[in-house]
């Protein structure tokens, strides 16, 4: 009964299917008769054909993938999907047959070579594995792909907690099982790449046990992966090519050639308008999908020292949290091992320097990544504040996730700004605010930032933080333009596709979030984001040049 159970819950996703078929159909039917108003070619085999690399949820993606590639199908390169296993999904396999799709693969049911199998990793060359520590996950590599570090960083989403505590723990049966159906699935993988040749993979998430793998392989392929997201509005993208040199680069991060470019003109009041509006987008719900982050703020007539009782004349530092569990282990490297241990250093660091009034302020979407998985537990943050101190010191002020002080006062009010690489720290050096960080990432090490590069050296920052003075107008200007550049031009603005997202956290019916398409004899979007696929950059930028 126990497995036929654990079976069930695996599975729970395809009933949820089943339960939405009677609106699921009609969105179909409306599909199939607005692609047949668009013109195809037949496919040509002998052209590369496009991967499309769907996730466990996988409709919304499978429309806004194969949407954006319309010019190249139209063009005659076949589209193929690369699916898990045949369990990932009931509707799927009809959507498929309404978009003109040329094959469907499974990994699971793919043979690798011999050869590729017998170079597993000792700890999962068995079923039951070897005794083998969480500390040593990090240590399991199998075609030059991380196996360990991605369950690691899985873990710890979906327990929501970093993986400090777990460091002498072995791992389970479950998880040697996992670590052997995803190195077959890689070794599976290989083959296929090694057969196809694409043109290129699409794919969403990039890290995780659920792709990160994958995206590994295609890097040390020297395969040509592109990242499609929706990280701030439903009427755009953001698009990136992932390859080894860019594998931990953030998706929307802004390369140093095409930022020194912008650098070389001048800053003007057309530019500032710009910025400015891009600041009241985000910030005042234009921007939907971020606003998920700002439900509860309200615009306020009141100074922040007022708010928070701050004394004249005493400078604010914002410690802008990081979701502690969430993203750790891709993006740059770290002063410390996750986010949580940066957290707590970061905190005892600011009881000791009275000179600076301290301001955390834990990460809003806490409140909605927690509200997906239904969960509603305790912030970590605020737990080991509450174990720290009997009593929150004077210097420092708490906010939670749920607070009405909008993070634009923030930048405007305070002086300083202290995270590992925060979007808020690009954000806060525009307005010319000194910006401490604790680990490498899209925006640092390009002038306008103070990179601390161990550990000492950080918490030496923090005790005479009160000794740096604001950016020069030169470091301003160059922060500027690397804001609008990262937060405006890095959007890929759709036109012709239509994405709708759900209002609410729970996200059980499969048509949210969605995507429709608009016929028309011109798919600007399609067009711009083919033409930049088959280019040499990098990033994908709509910055006039």
Sequence with gaps: MRFSFSRLRAHRHLLCEVIFIPSVIPDFIRLHRSLKK?????????????????????????????????ELIRQGHPISV??????????????????????????????????????????????SGVHTLFSELPHINYLGVNLGLH???????????????????????????????????????????????????LVGETNYLSHGPYVDLICSMSRKA?????????????VSKINSSTRRSHPAAVSKATLEMACLRSWTDTHELELATLFEDRYT?????????????????????????????????????????????????????????????????????????????????????????????NYLESDFIASEFRELPSNISLLLPSTSICPLQLFREADYCVTV???????????????????????SHLGFTVDCSTVNSYISTLMTLHLNKPLTPDQTIRAKWH???????RELILNNIVCR?????????????????????????????????????????????
Excluded at 42 to 61: A, E, H, M, Q, V
Excluded at 83 to 103: T, V
């Design 151 to 201: 369950l690691l960083s899985t873990k710890e989403r979906s327990a929501f907690q970093p993986g400090t505590s777990q460091r002498t723990h072995q791992l389970s049966q479950l998880d040697i099982h996992l670590l052997r159906t995803t190195a077959k699935r890689v070794a599976a993988f290989k083959s296929l790449l090694l057969r196809l040749d694409p043109l290129f993979i």
């Design 501 to 545: 997202h759900p209002e609410s956290s729970r996200r059980s019916n499969p048509l949210m979030p969605n995507a429709i398409i608009t016929p028309s004899p011109a798919l600007s979007d399609s067009s711009e984001f083919c033409n930049w696929a088959l280019n040499d950059s990098t990033d994908y930028s709509s910055f006039p040049r």
């Design 285 to 377: 719900g234009n921007y939907d999908l971020q606003s998920r982050n700002l439900r509860f703020t309200i615009p306020s007539s009141h100074s922040l020292r007022s708010t928070l009782s701050i004394p004249d004349n005493t400078p604010t530092a914002v410690v802008f949290s990081h979701v502690l569990w969430d993203a750790n282990r891709f993006y740059g490297n770290d002063l410390y091992s996750n986010y949580y241990e940066w957290f707590t250093a970061t905190v005892r660091a600011a009881a000791l320097n009275p000179h600076v009034h301290w301001i955390i302020k834990i990460h809003p979407a806490n409140i909605w990544k927690l509200g997906l998985a239904q969960d509603s537990g």
């Design 421 to 443: 690489r925060g979007t808020a720290g690009l954000e806060m050096a525009s307005f010319g605010k000194p910006v401490i960080l604790a680990g490498s990432g899209r925006y």
């Design 483 to 489: 804001c609008l550049l990262s937060l405006k031009y």
């Design 82 to 127: 690369v699916l898990k296993s045949r369990f990932q999904s009931i509707l799927l396999p009809l959507l498929l047959r309404i978009l003109p799709i040329h094959k469907t693969y499974y990994l699971d049911s793919i043979e690798p070579e011999p050869s590729l199998l017998a170079s597993l990793p000792d700890q999962i060359k068995t079923p």
């Design 226 to 238: 592109i990242q499609v997201i929706q990280p701030y509005s439903s009427k755009s993208v953001i």
């Design 38 to 70: 668009l013109y195809y070619s037949r496919p040509n085999l002998s052209s590369k054909p496009i991967l499309l690399l769907l996730p466990d949820d996988p409709l919304f993606s499978a429309k806004l993938f194969y949407f954006l590639c319309i």
